[in-house]
């Protein structure tokens, strides 16, 4: 029985992208159709995401609209809109071409969305390529930046390279099982959970190689400082908050039900990842002076955290709905912040240079008060200080791992947590304690429609950081639904 | 029997022996036509396996119109002769890619040996001829084959992004 409901979120950001494709053809010099029609389709998708709660849709027995692929749908469909939000002035500075921009930015959320409600390896992957594809396109967007080129080269043979992995993962588990369709092969890992063939290690090991890498975890990271230093700032918010979110969700999908039952095989080798992750990702952010690449950084060092959060999932027991909701609840609150820090370099920028090294924030305080007030919010909140979202989200996910026994893993957690808060301080010190130079930079005004997409993106971080009770809710609601 | 046996060694060992001289040629024209050699060989492989529409296909799109391509690139851009990839010394980074690359072969060699033994447990469909494939593609794997186009779709615009003159 096939009920079309399912696909529908996805279909109506495909749609918007077709349409913002075919507007640009038509587009008047100044006129701003493309990004307008973005913003329809992402807040389309949220209403039929909300609509199709609790409706479990299956369509064409490969996509299912449960309740964790909704509240995915609605954390990209958010990261969607900020980014949009934050575009249009950047875009039209840096001479980007806006139809392009934004058909690529809504085919690759289309094909997230698709990543997390797919069921099937098969569909998964032809998603996973859908905004692979995007990305690599956005990321040498600026034709004109040499930096770009080489960011998106980079990015686009490893990322072919991490995909030949997934897809021979794909292959081996398929001729162990005979079916690609999660529900399908599920059982049949299950029969063998105690004495699992080599073929079927093989193959998750495989897929393993080509989550880590889209996530970015160590040693799968080497293309992420380049990849976001190179790419136009806006666009590395999007892909440190969107692909990972995609990715994640696609991760827990497949290791959490088809491949659960051989956890006892997985986690080790996760529990090393993630506490590499977690290391390298401090360790060598604490000594760079790009904020780009800081901040690439410590988005690895988050994958690690999340990490954390799917190895207490799988470690089972009864309650592992707590790990599973932490992740959930994590990718919300580090997509908001993010996107929010790289929201600000990105406006900071010029039409001739970047704003991204250290001294570049020196005494932002005493000329932009209020991006600087905002930055500071987002980077406490990436160092995870209460009030805040990310304080929180990292709580859930360490007592989850404390719940299921991991003392060492929150432990290396919370240490490393506590390291990466010295890169993000000395951004702040540098802002309000630093006098400013004496020849003040040419600065470009900061639009309306941006300020107030911050705005929204601090309110978010402060709603989740007092009252998380609602949404851990939500989340927990739909992990449930995996199973 | 015997014969499909020899025709496996031979082609497999001429698939082998292909890609290895691929990497190590001075002239890259001598690469992309060893790795036609290569892909010939595969294609081979594929006939044995009872796949003769895999191997029509191998041959069409892989031998015929991707190679095409490359030896096009390859012709325009004049790539200059370059140094054939050492496989053993040279930098750190390299030795330590063919280290892992034999210890990924030793594994899977190991592994795939192994399971010759336990045998495949998946019941694998039979899908060698074009009518098969077409009943599985547009039946089971319907969906699969619907969002391929929107993959196409992105590819077209992206190469037209990367490829356009700076206006």
Known sequence: ?483 | MAMDVYLFYLLGAVAIAASVLVVGQRNPMYSVLLLIVSFMALAGLYVLLNAPFLAVTQIIIYGGAIMVLFLFVVMLLNVPREDPARLFGGSGTRRFGVALAVALAIELTWALRRLGAIGLRGELPDVSSVRLIGRVLFTDYRFAFEATSVLILVALVGAIVMARKES
Do not use: C
């Open chain 1, 1 to 483: 029985m096939s009920d079309l409901a399912a696909v529908i979120p996805i279909l109506i950001v495909t749609l918007s992208a077709l349409a913002a494709m075919v507007a640009e053809a038509f587009r008047e010099p100044g006129e701003r159709i493309p990004s307008g029609l973005g913003l329809i389709g992402l807040v389309g998708a949220i209403l039929a995401s909300v609509f199709l709660w609790d409706r479990q849709a299956v369509a064409f027995e490969v996509v299912k609209a449960d309740n964790f692929a909704l509240f995915i749908n609605v954390v990209l469909a958010i990261i969607g809109i900020l980014t949009i939000l934050l575009s249009s002035e950047v875009v039209e500075r840096e001479q980007i071409p806006a139809g392009e921009y934004y058909a690529l930015l809504l085919f690759g959320l289309a094909g997230m969305m698709l990543m997390a409600a797919a069921t099937d390896l098969l569909v998964i992957f032809i998603a996973l390529e859908i905004f692979s594809l995007s990305v690599y396109v956005l990321t040498g967007i600026r034709r004109t930046s040499a930096a770009g080129a080489e960011a998106s080269f980079k990015y686009f043979l490893l990322g072919a390279f991490s995909s030949a992995f997934f897809l021979y993962g794909i292959a081996l588990t398929f001729a162990e099982t005979g079916s690609t369709r999660l529900d399908q092969l599920g059982p049949l890992v299950a029969a063998q959970a105690m004495h699992p063939s080599l073929l079927a290690l093989l193959g998750v090991g495989l897929l393993m190689v080509g989550f880590a890498f889209k996530v970015s975890a160590v040693p799968f990271h080497m293309w992420t400082p380049d990849a976001y230093q190179g790419a136009p700032t806006i666009v590395t918010g999007f892909m440190s908050t969107a692909v990972k979110a995609a990715a994640f969700a696609a991760f827990v999908r497949v290791f959490l039900s088809a491949f659960e039952p051989l956890s006892a095989s997985w986690v080790p080798l996760l529990w090393w990842i993630a506490v590499l992750t977690m290391i390298v990702g401090t360790v060598v952010g604490v000594v760079q002076t790009n904020v780009k690449r800081m901040l690439a950084y410590s988005s690895i060092a988050h994958a690690g955290y999340i990490l954390v959060g799917i190895i207490a999932a799988g470690l089972a027991g009864g309650d592992s709905e707590s790990g599973k909701a932490a992740v959930l609840f994590y990718l919300l609150a580090y997509a908001v912040t993010n996107l929010g820090a790289f929201g600000v370099v990105a406006l900071l920028a010029t039409g001739d240079r970047p704003h991204d090294e250290l001294a570049d924030f020196t005494g932002l305080w005493y000329r932009r008060p209020g991006l600087a007030g905002l930055m500071a919010v987002f980077l406490l909140s990436l160092g995870g200080f209460p009030p805040t979202a990310g304080f929180i989200g990292k709580w859930y996910i360490f007592y989850a791992a404390v719940q299921h026994g991991q003392y060492a893993l929150a432990i290396i957690g919370v240490l490393s947590s506590v390291v990466s808060v010295f890169f993000y301080l000395r951004i702040i010190v540098m802002m309000y304690m630093t006098e400013q130079p004496a020849e003040a930079p040419r600065e470009s005004a900061v639009p309306r429609v941006a300020m107030a997409a911050l705005s929204l993106a601090v309110i978010a971080i402060f709603y989740l950081g007092v009252l998380p009770t609602q949404v851990l809710e939500l989340a927990t609601q739909s992990v449930g639904s995996i199973f």
